[in-house]
């Protein structure tokens, strides 16, 4: 069974920060586009950001500029820098390694890490 590890979650207040990192096994982790998605309580799993086998990010509208996607292919993980966070992106953020390496969804996830922006 894959196994996607993702840490870094915790409390912040609004305007604070957080880096999510993902660790995936070797094999998987540098042929996938990697991506990070999101739930908030009562939502649909949506995408955050993702970033291709080669290295090219992709942001949902509301996180640009404040949201950064990087990987280390030399430690197989993923990381998700996060600035001025803001309450309504309270969730459980997910960890994905896509089958294919342009776009992350469908292939293996992680168990999630909880992220509470709150006062």
């Known amino acids: 069974q894959v196994q996607l590890v993702e840490s870094g979650g915790g409390l912040v207040q609004p305007g604070g920060s957080l880096r999510l990192s993902c660790a995936a096994p070797g094999s998987i982790f540098k042929r996938s586009a990697m991506g990070w998605y999101r739930q908030a309580p009562g939502k649909q799993r949506e995408l955050v950001a993702f970033i291709t086998s080669g290295g090219t990010t992709n942001y949902a509208d509301s996180v640009k500029g404040r949201f950064t996607i990087s990987r280390d292919n030399a430690k197989n993980t993923m990381y998700l820098q996060m600035n001025s966070l803001k309450p309504e992106e309270t969730g459980v953020y997910y960890c994905?390694?896509?089958?294919?390496?342009?776009?992350?969804?469908?292939?293996?996830w992680g168990q999630g890490t909880q992220v509470t922006v709150s006062s």
């Open positions: 994905n390694a896509g089958l294919d390496s342009s776009r992350p969804g469908i292939g293996y």
